[in-house]
């Protein structure tokens, strides 16, 4: 019986990688990825070993065997070779192997951050509280609400906000969040539950947008337009909510949604629906003056967004009672009066002005 010559082989660095050999082999090529069958066990390849390297891959465990070709004795002996780069894997008995040790730290990280109790320090009357009320509601965090006497500012408040010291404020995990919209956007993205803001990067740029525009351009104006002193201010104030608001109108009629959100409330409903679907009301009693409803046809898209927004358990659930909240704000008119002043005479600055408004004066043509 006829022995095959090993020194008449190639040694297997030129079998695997020289391309160009001309020596009469023909190859099968059995592949197997790790120790259990898969697609590519039963595809069998039979070429020159010359092309052997097109079809090198470090993942997969090559079993090579040559056979001599028709030219060569018949009963040849078959030599069986291994990929050096591959490396063995560790066999594990569970089928299931437990997850990365890092993974499972910032697993048990995250379960720790979203188990701290939450405190939301706040106060009676604020709609801006409010936002922050209804994003934890929403999500169905629980929280714990300290409230502030706004005319003596606790350490607690005055450590935890020292730039604004200002309610709202959100302590969860020995960390401070300030800011109604910035806190909302916080509980939407550290806890779990229904999403305040969409998962399309377009529709979430848009739904801060009409947030900030709500805040910006229908929300400010209202302070000067229910209680400036001067008439002519109060009038161009109300005529800058009115427009504000005439946009919010038309972008509730075009979308056909229940809220400016979608069919859910999110960043953009919070921004303004506590406001303008409670707040005003008790405001407009209190200051002699109608902003939202002149008669019954007008505004239809927006009274029924107002609507559907108190109608909602969670925003229920967070609603001050409007007697409690009428007898707060009528102590307290002498104070917003003061407030629509200043904000008025703040900088010299009008209201409605664009962001990309100068604040110099063109200077005239000679």
Request: aromatic share 6%; charged share 25%.
């Amino acid at each position: 019986m006829a022995s095959l010559n090993h020194s008449a082989l190639p040694s297997w660095p030129k079998v695997w990688t020289n391309r160009k050999h001309t020596a009469h082999h023909s190859i099968r090529v059995t592949v197997f990825r790790g120790s259990r069958p898969s697609l590519f066990q039963s595809s069998v390849l039979v070429r020159q070993y010359s092309t052997l390297s097109s079809i090198h891959h470090p993942r997969f465990e090559l079993r090579i065997n040559l056979y001599i070709s028709a030219s060569a004795p018949t009963n040849s002996q078959v030599i069986h070779t291994k990929n050096p780069l591959t490396k063995k894997k560790k066999k594990r008995d569970h089928p299931n192997p437990t997850p990365r040790v890092s993974q499972s730290i910032r697993s048990s990280t995250e379960a720790k951050k979203m188990a701290a109790k939450v405190k939301l320090i706040g106060a009676f009357g604020s709609p801006f509280v409010h936002r922050a009320e209804v994003a934890l509601r929403l999500k169905g965090v629980p929280y714990e609400l300290v409230l502030e006497d706004l005319r003596s500012k606790s350490e607690l408040l005055l450590r935890h906000n020292p730039v604004h010291r200002k309610v709202p404020v959100l302590l969860h995990g020995g960390r401070a969040v300030s800011e109604s919209l910035l806190i909302v956007e916080y509980v939407d993205e550290a806890f779990h539950g229904p999403p305040l803001l969409p998962a399309d990067p377009y529709d979430r740029a848009l739904a801060r947008f009409w947030a900030r525009f709500l805040h910006d351009k229908c929300l400010e104006p209202l302070q000067p337009a229910l209680f400036a002193a001067d008439g002519e201010a109060r009038a161009a104030s109300m005529a800058a909510a009115r427009e504000g608001l005439a946009l919010v109108e038309e972008r509730l009629k075009a979308t056909g949604k229940r809220f400016l959100g979608g069919d859910a409330i999110g960043l953009a409903d919070i921004a303004a629906g506590g406001l303008l679907a409670h707040w005003l009301g008790v405001l407009e009693e209190v200051a002699g003056v109608r902003v939202l409803i002149m008669s019954d046809d007008e505004w239809p898209a927006l009274r029924r967004w107002a609507a559907e927004y108190i109608s909602d358990e969670a925003v229920k659930g967070c609603l001050p009672e409007r007697a409690r909240l009428l007898a707060y704000f009528a102590g307290i008119r002498d104070k917003c009066v003061s407030v629509a002043n200043s904000m008025l005479a703040k900088d010299g600055r009008s209201l409605g002005k664009t962001e990309t408004e100068p604040k110099y004066r063109r200077r005239k043509p000679l």
